[in-house]
């Protein structure tokens, strides 16, 4: 396993955060619904990730749903000092695995005391406002409304920081308007890269960027040219894609999930990926424009 202890930092909500940190999505059920099918393993992934050097966990009450957090905190409650943990809060999860705006302020207070209660804590150290305008990607629409209801919260004590999750340029600087982004957390890849000029924007101010599905989710990252590039570097083409994220700018924070010991090593190994001038030109090609 790789020891993250002298990998690259960023801040972060008060915390200075190694790069490589973890998402929990995958340790609920199929489809992040109901639970996982070796609990056990789930909490010993968790618990490894954290004796690495991982100190970056991103998760959300709406993974299960409250299953992940709940893992989470069998994993690793009493938190130890230095341990940034990241929740969601703008949706529910339906009767059949739906996923449902949930952006009142009636709304977006009952999901941060339940996640405030599912991982046992006082306060959440950083709460993402995700917009459900479109499920899918981001889509215009003000975010005022929910986002004043969680600063709101913030301002009682029950939040430290706030971040913004699928959101458009707009949305950023209306948030921005309204109260201290502390990351702005969206989809993008090695392939998937509509948010370029936004990472940029964000590095110039200091702001993090976490991107979700860094390895294309529900539909794995592809490539030949990807396949290429890690059988030279004897890496995996999973390692390779990670790699490229943390070299594509300082500002990116990688939440990479998974349910396995084995993927969880290969995932924090990529730390120690170098990428050449040649094999950087070879997957800045791999882009999927809009």
């Known amino acids: 396993m790789t020891d993250l202890s002298h990998a690259d930092s960023y801040p972060l909500a008060s915390h200075l955060v190694r790069r490589l940190g973890y998402g ?122 929910p986002l004043t209801a969680l600063a709101e919260l913030q301002r009682r004590g029950l939040v430290r920081h706030i971040g913004l999750s699928n959101v458009t340029p707009t949305q950023i600087a209306e948030g921005r308007k309204l109260t201290e982004i502390a990351c702005v957390q969206n989809h993008y890849n090695l392939a998937h890269r509509h948010d370029d000029a936004i990472i940029d924007q964000l590095a110039a101010h200091g702001i993090a960027y976490v991107p979700f599905f860094p390895l294309g989710g529900f539909t794995p990252l592809q490539s030949s040219a990807l396949d290429a590039v890690a059988a030279r570097l004897e890496a995996t083409p999973m390692q390779v894609a990670l790699a490229w994220l943390l070299h594509r700018s300082p500002n990116l924070l990688l939440i990479p999930g998974t349910s396995s010991l084995t993927h969880l090593a290969e995932n924090l190994a990529s730390a120690s990926v170098r990428l050449g001038a040649e094999d950087l030109q070879t997957l800045n090609r791999l882009a999927q424009h809009p």
Not at 68 to 90: F, M, Q, S, W
């Open 24 to 145: 929990a999505m995958q340790l609920a059920g199929p489809g992040v619904f109901g639970p996982p099918k070796d609990r056990k393993a789930a909490v010993a992934v968790l618990r490894e990730a954290v004796a690495q050097g991982v100190n970056h966990i991103d998760t959300s009450d709406a993974y299960g749903p409250h299953v992940t957090n709940e893992i989470v905190r069998e994993a690793l409650h009493p938190y130890r000092d230095g341990l940034l943990i990241a929740t969601k809060v703008g949706a529910v999860r339906g009767p059949t695995g739906s996923w449902d705006p949930a952006a009142s302020a009636a709304d977006i207070e009952q999901q941060v005391h339940d996640n405030l209660r599912t991982l046992g804590r006082d306060v959440l150290d950083l709460v993402n406002l995700r917009s459900m305008i479109r499920i899918e990607s981001p889509a215009e629409g003000s975010i005022e409304a």
